[in-house]
T-cell receptor, first 111, second 114 residues
Framework: KQEVTQIPAALSVPEGENLVLNCSFT??????LQWFRQDPGKGLTSLLLIQSSQREQTSGRLNASLDKSSGRSTLYIAASQPGDSATYLC??????????FGGGTRVLVKP | DADVTQTPRNRITKTGKRIMLECSQT?????MYWYRQDPGLGLRLIYYSFDVKDINKGEISDGYSVSRQAQAKFSLSLESAIPNQTALYFC?????????????FGPGTRLTVL
């Protein structure tokens, strides 16, 4: 059974500092890995999707890496801003289009 | 207008009551999903439907039932609500014709069972 773990569970940084969020998974037989952002009262927004054949994806200040063999992904957010405060979830997709989610990292960026 | 909507957005009910959560989508997707989220546990799949005639149990289906009334509508029912069903519930849709088959999430329904 696939298990996805995110460490740390919560993170507080001053504005301008880079954020590093970690995700690990137990079964490397995945199709892709996604990073989502969750804001209170709103649904999940997909930030980045990395196919199993890819090593990384970038979008603006966000960069996500994937090391499938070791079961790890890292989301980097450069030059954090207060608007980056949210919960970040990673999820792996395997056969049957099922997503398995980690518990999330709650991020607070202080002005 | 939002592509995936959920009603109600918040609901407080009592133990033993029957509750229905509704999900509607305007994306024209065949696939729909129901998840629940508990603090620190991420989202867990309750039921999913790949088309109107195809309903499948997810990881934690006990105590829940679903109905796919049309391509655009997928309802989740709690036949007799219990306090440990207090959670945030999300509906999602996806289109298998697209690669990757990205899921799009509704805003969530916060359910409290007293």
């Amino acid at each position: 059974k696939q298990e996805v773990t995110q460490i740390p569970a919560a993170l507080s940084v001053p504005e301008g500092e880079n954020l590093v969020l970690n995700c690990s998974f137990t079964d490397s037989a995945i199709y892709n890995l996604q990073w989502f952002r969750q804001d209170p009262g709103k649904g999940l927004t997909s930030l980045l999707l990395i196919q199993s054949s890819q090593r990384e994806q970038t979008s603006g200040r966000l960069n996500a890496s994937l090391d499938k063999s070791s079961g790890r992904s890292t989301l980097y957010i450069a030059a954090s801003q207060p608007g980056d405060s949210a919960t970040y979830l990673c999820a792996v997709q395997a056969a049957g289009n099922k997503l398995t989610f980690g518990g999330g990292t709650r991020v607070l960026v202080k002005p | 207008d939002a592509d995936v909507t959920q009603t109600p957005r918040n609901r407080i009910t009592k133990t033993g009551k029957r509750i229905m959560l509704e999900c509607s989508q305007t994306k024209g997707h065949d696939r729909m999903y129901w998840y629940r989220q508990d603090p620190g546990l991420g989202l867990r799949l309750i039921y999913y439907s790949f088309d109107v005639k195809d309903i499948n149990k997810g990881e934690i289906s006990d105590g829940y039932s679903v109905s796919r009334q049309a391509q655009a509508k997928f309802s989740l029912s709690l036949e007799s609500a219990i306090p440990n069903q207090t959670a945030l519930y999300f509906c999602a849709t996806s289109d298998p014709a697209r690669s990757p088959d990205t899921q799009y999430f509704g805003p969530g329904t916060r359910l409290t069972v007293l």
